[in-house]
């Protein structure tokens, strides 16, 4: 492990671990401890890791072989570790990451919300790792496009709550998120404009508190708000909750 941490070739630390697991898995035989599941585990995640970031380096049908070794090296241990605590969390927010690598998002908002429900019934949904987990299942929720976006809107929603509990009424995210709600309003049969449109001025009255009115961000929050789209008179009745 000493060499892993000191080496900077990705290939040569993930070989070490892999022989590490490889003497954990013989010695643990057919029947592991917790203590050992844990162990491998853990050793999993740390070899999945490795697998994502040496695939950052590589060319797409490489890197896609990298992503799919890190998924199955996470699932490979899955049924025999403890999926609660720290461990849990990292094993389940790696998976997420490694599905998410090759924009498999349904997979990935699984692997998410199981990080995230470890995470909040371990330390609560307000903590610094929850926002940041339930910010995952949102994305992954958007990036499924017209077929959840109303389950991505929801989501949206509710990591707006947890980032002002936790962060306060101007912390920087709350620009993305409500730009992110934005679009998902957007995708939505039909388009829910008014919704769409209290979004970005939510986005934009963050920005302008935070960082200025003539700050760049803040400028074209105001001119997307100018779009003919976005103006009050051109907001159909229909968009009203339904």
């Given at each position: ?8 070739d990705?290939?040569?630390?993930r070989?070490?671990?892999v ?9 643990a035989g057919?029947?592991p ?11 999993r995640?740390?070899?999945a ?11 797409m049908?490489r890197?896609?072989?990298?992503k ?8 490979a241990?899955?049924?025999?570790a ?13 998976l997420?990451d ?14 998410y ?8 019934e ?5 903590g610094?790792?929850a ?7 949102a994305?992954?929720?958007l ?10 809107a ?9 980032q002002t509990?936790?962060y306060?009424?101007?912390s ?6 409500n730009e992110?709600?934005c ?10 404009l008014?919704r769409?449109?209290?979004?970005l001025?939510?986005a ?6 935070r960082?200025?009115r003539?700050?760049?961000?803040s ?9 003919n789209?976005?103006?009050e008179?051109?907001?159909?009745d229909?968009?009203d909750?339904?």
């Open positions: 492990q000493m060499a892993v941490r000191r080496s900077s990705l290939t040569v630390a070989q070490l671990l022989e590490e697991l490889s003497i954990c898995t013989a010695h057919s029947a401890s917790r203590l050992e599941s844990n162990a491998m585990r853990d050793l995640v740390e070899i890791q490795l697998l994502l970031a040496e695939a950052d380096g590589e060319e049908e890197a896609l072989v990298l799919r070794n890190a998924i199955e090296m996470l699932l241990g899955s049924k025999d403890e999926s609660r605590g720290n461990g849990g969390v990292a094993y389940f927010s790696v997420g490694a599905h998410r690598a090759r924009c498999e998002w349904e997979q990935a908002e699984h692997a919300r199981s990080a995230y429900a470890v995470e909040e371990e330390r609560g949904s307000c610094e790792r926002v940041a987990l339930w910010a995952r299942v994305e992954t929720l990036n499924q496009n017209k077929a959840k976006a109303a389950e991505a929801g989501a949206y929603e509710h990591l707006l709550n947890l509990v936790a306060g009424p101007s920087a995210p709350l620009v993305t998120f992110a709600l679009k998902c309003y957007l995708l939505m049969e039909p388009p829910q008014q769409a449109r209290q979004a001025v939510s934009h009255n963050v920005s302008c508190n960082y200025g003539d700050h760049p961000r400028v074209r929050l105001e001119q997307n708000l100018n779009d789209a976005f103006r008179e051109e907001l159909p229909s968009c909750d339904e």
